[in-house]
């Protein structure tokens, strides 16, 4: 399964985090793949799929990587409170480890990377096995899929990113309606329904600092304030804010990647954090937002 789903994320069709397990997450990519490419969308691994996917081409599926001084330069916060009280007395909202990071620079759970690395301290200068994501994994200095490359030369009005409930995904489409990306998401919950109607981007933050209002969440801390999270990837919004003209609502990443498409939001749409960068990357101010 781990092949599979690192050729989906090459291909811009996010299983979310490659954990060499088979479930939803990797259902709903291989369906929208299988849409995308005119194949019966039953998220099945059949022959057709399988071959345009390029699974047979396949044949390194890890890379090596050497871990660099600023991999492990940090700085770390050794442990991140749940309480946002206790939050915003942090500097900052850092990973808190080594193998963390390198997780997230490999969209994979750091168990995987234990397992591909059994004798490694994930230590400055050791070689490791990592997902073989594409030449470059990250899209804000790295390069992406070249399935992606046609957003780049659309205007606002030529994209329209599609936030689906039912689902629980996030579809980035052209004026073609050919798919440019495609996202598991978690999307609202039963306290905080999705808005549901046509919207607009209206803000594109990276490393976004996190405005806490108690009076927003249905399950917050009486005692609570409001206050100021500092930015950082373990943030509650993680390191993108795509904002929206419906109040208090925007897509976002998320300090906890295991948990999307699994787990109840407060209203807004989580993905992980290098699906929420991969975005950011491929839209501009304006597009047309349709949550459904």
């Known amino acids: 399964m781990v092949r599979v789903q690192i050729l989906l994320d090459r291909a811009g069709f996010s299983p979310g985090e490659i954990d060499g397990k088979q479930g939803k997450n990797l259902t709903k990519a291989i369906e929208a793949f299988q849409k995308a490419h005119q ?101 804000d200095d790295q390069t992406q899929a070249t399935n992606q490359t046609p957003a780049a030369n659309s205007s606002p009005r030529d994209l329209i990113l599609v936030v689906s409930e039912d689902s629980a995904d996030v579809i980035l489409k052209d004026s073609n309606d050919d798919i440019l990306f495609f996202a598991p998401a978690t999307v609202g919950s039963e306290h905080d329904p999705l808005p549901k109607g046509d919207w607009r981007v209206t803000v594109i933050t990276r490393n976004p600092v996190f405005h806490y209002n108690p ?40 300090p906890e990647p295991g948990l999307i498409g699994h787990s109840q939001s407060h209203g807004c749409i989580r993905m992980t954090n290098w699906d929420a960068l991969r975005l950011a990357s491929l839209i501009q101010k304006g597009i047309h937002v349709i949550f459904q």
């Open 39 to 139: 194949l019966p969308d039953n998220g099945k691994l059949t022959a057709d799929t399988l071959k345009a996917l390029g699974l047979d081409q396949f044949t390194e599926p890890l890379n090596s990587y050497t871990i660099t001084d600023q991999d492990t330069a940090g700085p770390f916060t050794d442990e991140i409170p749940e309480d946002p009280m206790e939050q915003a007395k942090l500097p900052a909202l850092n990973y808190t480890s080594v193998i963390e990071e390198l997780g997230e620079k490999f969209h994979c759970n750091p168990n995987l990377l234990k397992l591909f690395n059994p004798q490694s301290q994930f230590s400055s200068g050791d070689v490791i096995e990592v997902p073989n994501l594409s030449t470059n994994p990250n899209p």
């Open 215 to 254: 009076d927003l969440f249905w399950d917050a801390d009486p005692s609570n304030t409001k206050t100021k999270i500092a930015a950082g990837p373990n943030n509650p919004v993680g390191v993108v804010w795509i904002g929206v003209n419906a109040p208090h609502y925007g897509l976002h990443g998320t």
